[in-house]
């Protein structure tokens, strides 16, 4: 393990992608997605999805330096094509849309997209809106790694969903979850750390569950929220249905089992994913949003948790903790950082320089 400045990870990420191609504010946009998620304590959809991104640029398949564009608008309603640009770019101008609607017009606003790559940290685009004083919320469709229930076969992405708002007293809800047991990247953690996975994540290509992530990640075959069908999976796998017919279906992207497999080369094309984001705003409806949703966030906290050692938490507490715990620098473990010297070494870029060693 070791400590990076958070200002040098940042720099490092930029870099890297502005090395294969990517204009100045496109490539910033990324790292600050990225950084985002290694903030918060959520290392998959952080510096570990660099190289993927580094990789579609280069093969051609994403178009950082492109323009979105709004294909259909009603009073409430954007259809956007993303123009294959980063998903960062293609995030920021689809929730700007969504805000300034909501915000100015006093209109429950809702943006589909098409044509985009990886989004990152979906609550990354949920908190845009919320720090406008909105209800944001956002989901994307993702490569098909999770097994619908009886199926040895992945049909459906991890297809994430996210609601993020403000509430008084200081006190905000943050929900980033994906609608499989867990998200690929926690796959790759395991699979860095050489460590078994827990039960109730993957199953095997023979439909059974398995502890293996080489295994794995190898098949590409996770489980839905819940696990398998007797501990209710199938909820899981009908939410990760639900945000593909908002995001795949809807906006006329790819959608579920014709999306481009999970690749960490740029293999397989475009992946023209497609996502959706909402805003509304609170102040169109009943009086007293906020405190209400502060009452419940601290009555949450407040309940007898069943071992003592460990507080019951409200949705977010743990982002909160991990972003205070990292605003001058951030922990990656060893691979991590081996990695990505081998990437600043392929892209002749000045590499990450560890301000503090860790112990394992």
């Not at 294969?20 to 959809?45: K, T, Y």
């Not at 459906?156 to 047991?181: C, H, I, K, R, W």
């Not at 991990?322 to 991590?336: E, F, G, I, L, P």
Request: glycine share 10%.
């Amino acid at each position: 393990m070791g400590k990076v400045a958070t200002s040098d990870a940042l720099r490092f990420m930029a870099d890297c992608l502005k090395a294969v191609g990517a204009a100045a504010r496109a490539a910033e946009q990324q790292a600050e997605l990225l950084i985002q998620a290694d903030r918060f304590g959520h290392p998959s959809h952080g510096i570990n999805r660099l190289e993927n991104y580094v990789n579609d640029i280069i093969s051609g398949v994403c178009q950082p330096n492109n323009e979105p564009k709004v294909l259909k608008e009603t009073k409430s309603t954007a259809w956007v094509d993303a123009n294959n640009v980063l998903g960062a770019t293609a995030s920021h101008f689809a929730m700007d849309i969504a805000i300034k609607k909501a915000q100015f017009l006093y209109y429950q606003f809702i943006v589909h997209l098409l044509g985009s790559n990886h989004n990152g940290m979906a609550g990354f685009w949920s908190q845009k809106a919320a720090d406008q004083g909105l209800i944001g919320m956002a989901f994307t469709n993702t490569s098909p790694m999770l097994a619908p229930i009886r199926s040895k076969q992945s049909a459906l992405g991890t297809n994430p969903l996210s609601v993020v708002a403000q509430a008084s007293q200081g006190e905000s809800f943050y929900l980033d979850m994906a609608t499989s047991a867990v998200a690929v990247g926690k796959i790759e953690m395991q699979l860095q750390k050489g460590e078994p996975l827990p039960s109730g994540w993957a199953q095997g290509s023979d439909g059974k569950e398995t502890k293996d992530a080489d295994l794995d990640f190898k098949t590409a075959s996770l489980m839905p929220l819940g696990g398998g069908e007797l501990t209710s999976g199938y909820k899981g796998f009908g939410l990760s249905a639900m945000v593909e017919l908002f995001c795949g279906v809807l906006a006329g992207a790819k959608y579920g089992h014709h999306v481009r497999s999970w690749s960490h080369s740029g293999d397989g094309g475009p992946a023209n994913l497609g996502h959706c984001f909402v805003a509304l705003n609170p102040e169109c409806f009943a009086p007293g949003f906020g405190d209400r949703l502060a009452d419940c966030i601290q009555h949450w906290r407040q309940l007898e948790p069943t071992n003592p050692d460990l507080p019951v938490l409200a949705p977010g507490d743990k982002e909160k903790k991990a972003a205070a715990d990292t605003t001058s620098s951030v922990s990656y473990a060893k691979q991590q950082i081996e990695s990505s010297a081998s990437l600043a070494k392929r892209l002749n870029v000045k590499p990450m320089e560890v301000c503090e060693v860790l112990p394992d």
